[in-house]
């Protein structure tokens, strides 16, 4: 799939995204940044009885880093604070249906939010 | 402007991509034909190591690598045994950083993070004080303070702005400082001056300038080495050697220790025959046309800010701009699909993107090869940029 077709297939995720905003009350907050691009992204989350009860995130990022943020942040309500430790760069290429690592610097764009999420669980182990 | 300066069927890569509008000369510039021969033809008719050879291939060899030393000295106005070639501009400024001990630091909150992280990090390690020069809003600097050493760029990589090194040199010796000048945005894209600008050290690479990758070269007036320790050990550095210690030759060879780039060099100077046969004039003047240009397609378009000097008088070939509600990787995403290469992100420039209070830009550049078409079509596309 060439680049631009990423933005084609995603553009609706994009401009309707649901969980770009600063969740109130959230548990845990994570921040990490991808120094080629100098995107920023900080993801939230809220837990209850060990569920991931809701997830967004905000900040700054370019079209890959937010359609990568959304659709991680919806995977992952309703799943068990351990699911976390699952998501990686191939469980992104499954839930977009493209392989990102074609494109060195789409990559490191869907992988900061990855880093971001996973971080965050190693600060609720803590 | 209304073609190139050099004729685009001079590179290979615009013959083999001919719809290619190239806009990202500020990261590297393209190599034309003569340069890629020269390396060519060095390699398969002359290759041999430098210096210590007696047969002639060696000998030749050397010649054509001392030759690329008196070429480089004659673009900036040095003297041959003033010029260093090192892997790149990054490691110029490196050396620089490691073997000079000034008693405190004063850096540009505009230079690219190869003239700003080696004198950070050296000022904390060595307990130094670093004072930081600000900038106004177009990248001029402003009040230099009082330090020994002072790290600047001639031409700014992300706002093009150009600042006066002549009168900022003069100003550093009047403090007793030293001026270690980035000019790896000046020397490929107008005469640069060593003598008259007046800097004790200056920095530039090569494949910014139509040569090869993996050389660079440092600048470093007559005799101000002379005390200095090396940077690197090895071979051809030496003067002698036994095991009660160790006897170094002077600069420029003290500082170039293992077997140097050579075909990186012979590479440079088919590059500066080329720049030097177009006239650094003529490069100045058709990239100051090209930015005007610019810089009025681009003020045309809705949602566009640029930064950096309004006059192109003051300005480098680089324009950097945001387009509002867009990241700059998805401007550049989207150009990339109409074969419009430009750059995104910081350019290895973050403080000053901090100082901007922005985090990062779109960035378009310009060379000889560049004409009126490539900045019609960056402004064509930039006015049908959407996500939709």
Redesign the interface.
């Known amino acids: 799939m060439a680049d631009t077709d990423i933005y084609d297939k995603y553009v609706d995720i994009f401009n309707q995204k649901k969980h770009f905003r600063k969740l109130e009350g959230s548990d845990v907050i994570s921040a990490d940044s991808y120094v080629s691009c100098a995107d920023n992204i900080r993801v939230y989350i809220r837990v209850k009885d060990g569920m991931i009860e809701d997830a967004s995130f905000d900040k700054v990022s370019c079209f890959v880093g937010v359609v990568v943020s959304e659709m991680l942040a919806k995977d992952i309500i309703g799943k068990p604070l351990s699911y976390l430790n699952s998501i990686d760069i191939q469980h992104v290429n499954r839930l977009m249906g493209v392989d990102v690592t074609q494109n060195f610097q789409m990559k490191g764009c869907a992988e900061l939010p990855i880093s971001a999420f996973k971080e965050i669980a190693k600060k609720v182990k803590k | 402007m209304d073609k190139p300066l050099i004729p685009k069927d001079e590179f290979p890569i615009f013959r083999n991509n001919p719809s290619l509008n190239f806009l990202d000369s500020a990261a590297s510039s393209q190599k034309p034909e003569s340069v890629i021969n020269a390396m060519d033809e060095f390699y398969s008719t002359t290759y041999a190591n430098i210096h210590r050879g007696m047969y002639k291939l060696s000998e030749q060899s050397t010649n054509l690598y001392e030759k690329a030393r008196e070429k480089v000295a004659k673009l900036i106005n040095a003297k041959p045994n003033e010029i260093i070639f090192t892997k790149s501009a990054t490691e110029s400024l490196n050396l620089l950083a490691y073997v000079l001990e000034p008693k405190s630091y004063a850096v540009s909150v505009m230079e690219h993070h190869s003239n700003f992280v080696p004198w950070q990090f050296m000022a904390k390690a060595r307990k130094k004080p670093i004072s930081y020069i600000d900038i106004d809003d177009e990248g001029f600097f402003r009040k230099l303070p009082k330090a020994g050493l002072y790290a600047l760029s001639a031409a700014s990589n992300v706002l093009g702005t150009i600042n006066n090194i002549h009168g900022l040199c003069d100003e550093i010796r009047d403090n007793k400082g030293i001026s270690v000048i980035d000019a790896t945005q000046a020397v490929p894209h107008g005469k640069f001056d060593v003598k008259k600008e007046g800097c004790d050290f200056t920095a530039f690479s090569s494949h910014k300038m139509l040569g090869p990758t993996g050389i660079g070269v440092l600048y470093a007036k007559e005799g101000i080495l002379d005390n200095a320790k090396p940077f690197l050990f090895g071979g051809d550095m030496i003067k002698s050697v036994s095991v009660e210690g160790t006897e170094f030759s002077d600069a420029p060879y003290k500082y170039e220790a293992g077997t140097p780039p050579i075909a990186e060099a012979i590479g440079l100077s088919a590059a500066i025959d080329l720049l030097e046969k177009t006239g650094m004039e003529n490069i100045r003047n058709h990239e100051m046309a090209l930015t005007k240009y610019a810089m009025e397609s681009i003020e045309n378009i809705k949602n566009i800010s640029y930064y950096g000097p309004k006059d192109p008088r003051k300005k480098a070939g680089v324009i950097s701009f945001n387009v509002s509600g867009m990241?700059?990787?998805?401007v550049a995403?989207?150009l990339?699909?109409k074969n419009i290469a430009i750059r995104?992100?910081?350019h290895c420039a973050?403080p000053l993107?901090r100082r901007l209070n922005i985090?990062?830009t779109a960035r378009a550049s310009f060379y000889v090869y560049n004409d009126k078409s490539d900045i019609d079509a960056l402004a064509d596309a930039l006015g049908k940029l959407n996500?939709?």
């Open positions: 990241h700059a990787n998805d995403y989207f990339s699909a995104s992100g910081h973050m993107h985090t990062g996500f939709r």
